[in-house]
């Protein structure tokens, strides 16, 4: 089935969702206040027409947006994010879905390990998709028919947005461990010790526990974790290296979010913790470490 598909954003993620649907379905573009590819010159417009809105934006513009289209949203269109990581007041994505768009239009999640470099090579791409009506999965299945991103329905639509979100703060150290050289094994824990403390964290959220073993946390956990094309793979290696310049990123935004609006006990999580500590204070990054592998060891009451 072809579908009339509206996207909002045309940077690396918009011009990947671009690659992978424009042959199949109709497809518009929104970007920077103008309509980049479209039938019309305003965006209340082409929203009026789209079947799937697909929001390829940062979180903080997806309050605003949202309250801007929802009056021209057709009744049985879908409003999709792809966006992993928190506003300036320490909100997701799906949270401005659900308090602007929910209870009158439908909407939904899609994350995973989905590199836009990749997608836009023709490599495979692998996603959860959390949608508030189930139903509105055979829109997904007709979306990406014959794509290369392989897209399968999920449920806890807020416990699968933490999880891609903090992932980011965990990749942090998969970084640092690589440039310091601590080895496989240190790659190991931090795999486990990760995703434990996210289980945990989601189930404070009032998630399920099993969330965090999905594409949305594990899968994207190891993608983001291990590659070396990683923003957050290299600047656990740059705050090891002692570069310091620059420190900015999703999950060095999200470190912030959660500390200034106590979004929940983070210093509960040892290693969410730790990775609190190097990106705030990186000139104690080595002192940190050894007190957060003392405390693995038995031989320190507490690393924090």
């Known amino acids: 089935m072809k579908l009339r598909i509206l996207i909002l954003g045309y940077g690396e993620m918009g011009h990947a969702m671009e690659c992978l649907l424009a042959e199949r379905h109709d497809v518009r573009i929104w970007n920077m206040g103008e309509v980049v590819k479209g039938k019309h010159s305003a965006l209340e417009a082409e929203v009026a027409e789209a079947q799937v809105v697909l929001f390829c934006l940062p979180v903080t513009p997806h309050f605003e947006i949202s309250e ?13 994010t792809i966006a992993k990581g928190l506003d300036e007041s320490g909100r997701t994505a799906a949270q401005a879905f659900e308090s602007i768009l929910g209870g009158r239009h439908h909407y939904g999640v899609i994350y995973g390990p989905m590199i ?3 997608l836009r090579a ?8 959390v949608l508030s009506d189930a139903a509105d999965f055979e829109v997904i299945r007709s979306l990406f028919r014959g794509s290369t991103l392989v897209c399968q329905q999920a449920s806890d639509l807020h416990g699968r947005s933490w999880s891609v979100i903090l992932k980011n703060v965990y990749a942090i150290l998969f970084g640092m461990a690589d440039e310091l050289q601590l080895g496989d094994n240190m790659r190991g824990h931090l795999v486990a010790a990760s995703i434990a403390e996210l289980s945990g964290i989601v189930q404070a959220f009032g998630g399920q526990a099993h969330t965090p073993y999905s594409y949305a946390g594990l899968g994207d956990l190891i993608t983001t974790a291990t590659s070396e094309d990683s923003h957050h793979h290299e600047l656990g290696r740059k705050l090891a290296r002692g570069e310091w310049d620059d420190i900015s990123g999703e999950g060095v935004h999200t470190l912030r979010m959660v500390e200034k609006f106590e979004v929940f006990d983070w210093r509960a999580y040892p290693l969410f913790a730790l990775s609190h500590d190097i990106v705030t204070t990186p000139q104690h990054l080595r002192e940190r470490l050894e007190e957060y592998l003392l405390f693995l060891r038995g031989t320190d009451s507490c690393p924090i």
């Open 68 to 80: 801007r289209i929802k009056p021209h949203l057709t009744a049985n269109s879908v409003c999709l």
């Open 116 to 118: 836009s470099e990749e």
């Open 122 to 129: 023709g490599r495979l791409g692998f996603a959860d998709a």
